[in-house]
């Protein structure tokens, strides 16, 4: 597969919809394509955790992560959202973008049975509620479903306050 240039790739981010209503108890901040583009491509391009492999996303929102994985070159992505408009956003990228191995599930990270989804990735990528809105902690609960999930690399961002 041709290798995908950083700043092609966030051309291609900057034409994914972000929330039309972010609801903020949810913290549902988008990543900015910039961002976006440079996590993605430096996942594959210095440790090759992209290309060929499965991609979770969790609390992938919109599809910012999840789409950038996609065009870096991943098998398969697969988003995990609760929310019921992110989700129709997410699916709708993806049909306009014409993406035909990425999706997105409707779901809480947080309830994710144990055993259905564990080590079936083998990279997960977050960018979690950092646990600001009356849900501290909430960012290292989503990195240890994260942990639970991949067989190898996690990536996650985190605010410096949250430690």
């Not at 609801?23 to 394509?33: A, D, I, R, V």
């Not at 499965?54 to 929310?83: P, R």
């Not at 994260?146 to 690399?153: E, H, I, N």
Request: hydrophobic share 40%; aromatic share 6%.
């Amino acid at each position: 597969m041709t290798r995908l240039k950083l700043k092609k790739l966030e051309e291609y981010l900057q034409c994914v919809d972000g929330f039309e209503k972010p609801k903020l108890l949810l913290e549902q901040y988008p990543t900015p394509p910039h961002i976006a583009a440079c996590i993605t491509h430096c996942m594959q391009e210095q440790y090759d955790d992209i290309e060929g492999k499965l991609v979770a996303d969790l609390g992938s929102g919109c599809g910012m992560l999840s789409i950038g994985a996609t065009l870096l070159g991943a098998l398969l992505t697969i988003g995990f959202e609760l929310d019921d408009a992110a989700v129709n956003t997410f699916r709708q990228n993806v049909l306009d973008m014409e993406l035909p191995n990425v999706d997105c599930i409707r779901a809480d990270v947080l309830q994710v049975p144990n055993g259905k989804w564990d080590k079936a990735f083998d990279t997960v990528v977050m960018n979690p509620p950092f646990g600001t809105k009356h849900n501290a902690g909430m960012d290292m609960r989503f990195l240890d479903v994260g942990t639970r999930l991949a067989t190898g690399a996690v990536y996650s961002l985190h605010k410096t306050s949250t430690r």
